[in-house]
Nanobody, 120 residues
Framework: QAQVVESGGGSVQTGGALRLSCATS????????MRWYRQAPGKEREFVSS???????NYADSVKGRFTISQDNAKNTVHLQMNSLKPEDTAMYFC??????????????WGQGTQVIVSS
């Protein structure tokens, strides 16, 4: 039973846009820590963006001004709007969700990833 599920990947041309979504069925006793990472072939996984407690956002320098992260609290979903895409954005994008248990210890869960391909 998948607890973190990404969607929205696909193939676009340079300058195009995609919107990734990540839905979770994991309950939390504190605000979610929702993050996006990506991994290009032959490279290490890298941080892209995060949103904490629905309002504290952070972005990698490489995506600032082009990507926007947002959270839909009603649906326990995080979105990543990606505009002005470049070939170097091509990667598998992974969602990572941090949720708290009764003791408020935060545990992180990964999704399976969604592929983004940007062609020149």
């Amino acid at each position: 039973q998948a607890q973190v599920v990404e969607s929205g990947g696909g193939s676009v041309q340079t300058g195009g846009a995609l919107r990734l979504s990540c839905a979770t069925s994991i309950h939390t006793r504190c605000g979610y820590d929702m993050r996006w990472y990506r991994q290009a072939p032959g490279k290490e996984r890298e941080f892209v963006s995060s949103i904490l407690n629905s309002d504290i956002t952070n972005y990698a320098d490489s995506v600032k001004g082009r990507f926007t992260i947002s959270q839909d609290n009603a649906k326990n979903t995080v979105h990543l709007q990606m505009n002005s895409l470049k070939p170097e954005d091509t990667a598998m994008y992974f969602c990572k969700i941090g949720a708290c248990d009764v003791g408020l210890t935060r545990t992180y869960y990964w999704g399976q990833g969604t592929q983004v391909i940007v062609s020149s």
